[in-house]
Nanobody, 118 residues
Framework: EVQLVESGGGLVRPGGSLRLSCAAS????????MSWVRQAPGKGLEWVST????????YYAYSMKSRFTISPDSAKNTLYLQMNSLGPEDTAVYYC???????????WGEGTQVTVSA
């Protein structure tokens, strides 16, 4: 059974940092493209970042490129998203997404809530 379990969300003040984790199981993590996608209240899904397994290339949405860092730990089958300089616009549910063999995204986690507020 495939599982993606996100954690690390919470309430943080503007300018603060959080590190999200995504524990993966049931598929080959090391050969999958892994992404973070978010959904702000009342809005649609927004792609945040992707890392490809075969090249280790990383990609970010423009507004997050200098603030967020995606990283995998293949030994732990865990994906991370380090988020710095958070602002209210980053308030959203953050989802972990897996695309086996760097192909089509196939698996989604349940999400973790990030709230940025004073």
């Amino acid at each position: 059974e495939v599982q993606l379990v996100e954690s690390g969300g919470g309430l943080v003040r503007p300018g603060g940092s959080l590190r999200l984790s995504c524990a993966a199981s049931g598929f080959t993590f090391s050969s999958s493209a892994m992404s973070w996608v978010r959904q702000a209240p009342g809005k649609g899904l927004e792609w945040v970042s992707t890392i490809y397994s075969h090249s280790s290339n990383t990609y970010y949405a423009y507004s997050m490129k200098s603030r967020f860092t995606i990283s995998p730990d293949s030994a732990k089958n865990t994906l991370y998203l380090q988020m710095n300089s958070l602002g209210p616009e980053d308030t959203a549910v953050y989802y972990c997404v897996a695309a086996p063999d760097d192909g089509v995204p196939a698996y989604w986690g349940e999400g973790t809530q990030v709230t940025v507020s004073a």
